[in-house]
């Protein structure tokens, strides 16, 4: 029996690229990273005794647009003087 093509794809590739607190440097990283087309999602990890924070999420891409996302986040942050914790680790999904 022949194999549809999309078996041999590489799935759960996504890794945790930054950390940030700022609601608005949130928004300016998700329009540029729609801008240049890479594919992403919001993670909002519950509060801990390190994260009081309720605004702090991190930003998961998929390991193949790694660079360009990387180089993104930093230009936005640097420009407009945001902190950024860059994570680069991969992400266990929890629901598999």
């Not at 078996?7 to 945790?16: L, Q």
Request: aromatic share 10%; net charge positive.
């Amino acid at each position: 029996m022949e194999q549809p093509l999309y078996t041999s794809v590489k799935v759960n590739n996504e890794i945790e690229l930054c950390e940030i607190a700022d609601l608005e440097c949130k928004q300016l990283i998700e329009k540029a990273l729609l801008g240049h087309r890479i594919s992403y999602y919001i993670r909002w990890p519950k509060s801990s005794l390190f994260h009081r924070s309720k605004n702090t999420c991190i930003i998961c891409v998929n390991e193949n647009s790694k660079e360009t996302a990387e180089d993104v986040v930093r230009s936005i942050c640097a420009e407009k003087g945001y902190p950024v914790k860059f994570l680069m680790r991969r992400f266990q999904n929890q629901y598999l």
